[in-house]
């Protein structure tokens, strides 16, 4: 991916209730696209990633990414947000030349009881 | 297996002084790369190493940053002249170049420096 624009800068949700964070990515051509979280004081863990094998994407602790190319979006979500959630999360692209990684401005998620 | 170590966690150091910052990479990962994450700034890309060289070093933001890795495996990341803008959290992440996806990278937990 050539950009990377995260649509929310903070997102707050009640336990429970569902999780929807927004990305829109601009490319040429087929992106490799990531999801990433980071907890406070923590690094930055793999959350899923998009390999064009399947444009539904499944990673860890419940979370699910759609690839829409005729959107150009990778919308992260979650059925029922836990309070372990609340961290900051970022959308990655690849393809900025010799491997390197394009981060979103990255969306901050609290979790409300 | 071990994943990406970096040290030391927290750095604080006064201005003008040099500071160098280490990076582990997991094994058998030839790719390495440095980023930094600031408030403002976001997390930007400084250097890409594969194996010993550097073939991308557009990220660095002055003369004053310099990085080096040795023996494809270890590598470190010098400030000189530390300055007040450079306050912020130092990322390594490595990843392999052959048989994956280079841009799957696994990123230590960072060196976090305040310069005072």
């Known amino acids: 991916a050539q950009s990377v624009t995260q649509l929310d800068s903070h997102v707050s949700v009640s336990e429970g209730t569902p999780v929807l964070l927004r990305c829109n990515y601009s490319?040429?051509?087929?992106?490799?696209l990531f999801w990433y979280v980071q907890h406070p004081n923590k690094g930055l863990q793999l959350l899923l990633k998009?390999?064009?094998?399947?444009?539904l994407v499944k990673g860890i602790n419940g979370f699910e990414a759609e690839f829409k190319k005729s959107e150009t979006s990778f919308h992260l979500t979650k059925p029922s947000a836990h309070m372990s959630d609340a961290a900051e999360y970022f959308c990655?692209?690849?393809?900025?030349?010799?491997?390197?990684?394009?981060f979103g401005a990255g969306t901050r998620l609290a979790v409300h009881p | 297996g071990a994943g990406v170590s970096q040290s030391p966690s927290n750095k604080v150091t006064e201005k003008g002084k040099d500071v160098e910052l280490r990076c582990d990479p997991i094994?058998?990962?030839?790719?390495l790369y440095w980023y930094r994450q600031s408030l403002g700034q976001g997390l930007e890309f400084l250097i890409y190493?594969?194996?010993?060289?550097?073939?991308?070093k557009s990220g660095l933001p002055s003369d004053r940053f310099s990085a080096e890795r040795t023996g494809g495996s270890v590598s470190t990341l010098t400030i000189q002249r530390t300055q007040q803008e450079d306050s912020a959290v130092y990322l390594c992440?490595?990843?392999?170049?052959?048989?994956?996806?280079?841009?799957?990278?696994?990123f230590g937990p960072g060196t976090r420096l305040t310069v005072t």
């Open positions: 992440a490595s990843s392999v170049t052959s048989g994956g996806d280079p841009y799957e990278q696994y």
């Open positions: 490319s040429s051509y087929s992106p490799s």
């Open positions: 998009y390999t064009s094998a399947a444009t």
């Open positions: 990655v692209g690849g393809g900025g030349g010799y491997n390197k990684l394009i």
């Open positions: 094994s058998g990962h030839t790719a």
């Open positions: 190493f594969q194996g010993n060289s550097a073939p991308d």
